[in-house]
């Protein structure tokens, strides 16, 4: 009996404990703390109000709640950018700007540590000019904002294009992926007008682009042909038949014209086999000799004008101020004023394979491609199978960039440098800063097959150039212009 009793008061007083613990687990899960947290109400409070963070901080990498980058006026070397302040920042804002090649930032302490500073924190500005930028070349700029406070904001990256003949801005990307179609160019011989899905061509290969348009010059009709992007058709704007003459439009005649670049007013043509630079004047298109002889004579001569003198040139740029050519069968860089005065930049004894200083290097006779990155030049020196930079001062030298069989033409996007090789009917990307390269696109067979990579096909690629993030290339023996995206 006496042992019965003790169980029955065991029982109750186990019952007892676990209905306290049974109510103190309930209170708890409303406040959401473990019954064996120790921590008062008040301290828990505390630690509540120190994780709600005000939305604008020193780690915030979101776009701005209110304000914006716009594109202002550029040249081939400048921009303006317009900017409005963001909203939820306290006091004074300051900015910091930077301009760098297309990178996947996507953090303020990466855009710190990796991008190239061009202002430091400067209070309440609405515009600034950002000078010292490469023709043609790709730009991200990234603004951060800073209020009294040092809390932080990162604008939504603003890209751009430095070629002022192209409007507008650029989707922020590290270039084209390497899916290759047709935009125009039937694949068969011929001259045709109209439709991008109509026309023809034979043997196109200079390229250039001027606002939404390309210009292209269909080598061996001796025509200048403009495609118009916005409304898909093809139209020939200059040339007809094989020959010499300066007139307007269909009147003009040109023999094998080859590279070709623009002020953004005109049109400057490399007539090969004429030895001269003709300029198409886009408002009226007449056509005249810039710089070279008023009938074909071949030559090597510095001058202004009808005085100077070249040999079976090939492509030529321009980068705001001057334009530089690759005068090939005088194994020479000739440099062209805007009031075409001719002098020698580089190049001497013909031909050759030497380094050095610009008018003690050599070349081959067979020199095409030519293009701009930071203060140097690259070309294509195809007869001796490599790439060579070229110091765009008058103090520097020449070297070789890397080698490679058969390189026609070069374009540069961001840090990297595109090339067309004809013997594998490839392009090429190579990694400026290493100098490592591989095929970007092409099978290396000649073919027409559009695809992604090395699944497409070209028969000959050569001049290449940018509208944005699309790169568009004469695809000459497929008597085509490709859109590499």
């Not at 209170?27 to 064996?36: G, V």
């Not at 013909?350 to 140097?376: E, H, M, R």
Request: with cysteine; net charge neutral.
């Amino acid at each position: 009996m006496q042992v019965h009793i003790i169980k029955l008061f065991y029982f109750f007083l186990i019952s007892i404990l676990y209905s306290i613990y049974f109510l103190l687990f309930l209170n708890c899960l409303k406040a959401k703390k473990s019954p064996f947290d120790m921590r008062n109400s008040s301290t828990t409070s505390i630690v509540a109000s120190l994780s709600n963070r005000p939305t604008v901080s020193n780690t915030t990498t979101s776009s701005p709640q209110s304000g914006n980058i716009s594109l202002g006026a550029r040249t081939y070397t400048q921009v303006t950018i317009n900017l409005t302040p963001p909203s939820g920042m306290n006091g004074t804002i300051n900015y910091r700007i930077y301009a760098s090649y297309p990178d996947e930032w996507t953090t303020i302490d990466q855009v710190e540590a990796n991008a190239v500073l061009k202002l430091d924190y400067t209070t309440n500005i609405s515009a600034y000019t950002i000078s010292g930028l490469e023709p043609y070349q790709f730009y991200r700029v990234d603004i951060i904002a800073k209020d009294s406070n040092g809390n932080k904001l990162l604008y939504t990256p603003f890209c751009i294009q430095m070629d002022p003949n192209i409007s507008g801005t650029v989707t922020c990307s590290t270039g084209p992926k390497g899916i290759v179609t047709t935009l125009t160019g039937t694949g068969g011989l011929g001259s045709a007008d109209g439709s991008f899905s109509t026309s023809t061509f034979n043997q196109p290969q200079g390229i250039v682009a001027l606002g939404n348009s390309l210009y292209v010059v269909d080598t061996s009709n001796n025509r200048i042909r403009k495609l118009d992007m916005n409304n898909q058709t093809v139209s020939t704007i200059a040339g007809s038949t094989l020959g010499y003459t300066n007139a307007i439009g269909l009147s003009a005649q040109f023999n094998s014209p080859t590279g070709i670049t623009t002020d953004g007013t005109n049109l400057f043509i490399v007539d090969r086999n004429n030895y001269s630079i003709r300029l198409l004047n886009l408002s009226n298109l007449m056509v005249t000799t810039f710089a070279g002889p008023a009938t074909a004579t071949l030559g090597y001569t510095d001058g202004t004008g009808s005085t100077a003198r070249f040999n079976a040139a090939n492509y030529i740029i321009y980068n705001g101020s001057d334009f530089y050519l690759s005068d090939e069968d005088n194994c020479r860089i000739r440099k062209i004023t805007t009031s075409a005065l001719v002098t020698t930049h580089a190049g001497s004894t013909c031909p050759g394979t030497n380094n050095g200083l610009l008018l003690s290097a050599s070349f081959s006779q067979d020199i095409v491609g030519i293009t701009f990155y930071q203060s140097y030049i690259f070309l294509t020196d195809k007869g001796n199978n490599n790439i060579r930079k070229i110091d765009t001062s008058i103090s520097g030298n020449v070297s070789t960039f890397t080698n490679m069989t058969d390189p026609h033409a070069t374009v540069v996007y961001g840090k990297y440098l595109y090339v067309s090789e004809n013997t594998g009917h490839r392009i090429y990307k190579y990694d400026i800063d290493t100098g490592i390269g591989s095929v970007f696109v092409g099978s290396g067979s000649s073919g027409s097959s559009d695809g992604t990579g090395t699944n497409a096909s070209f028969n000959l690629p050569r001049a290449m150039t940018f509208i944005g993030n699309v790169l568009y290339v004469a695809d000459t023996n497929n008597h085509k212009i490709r859109k590499i995206e």
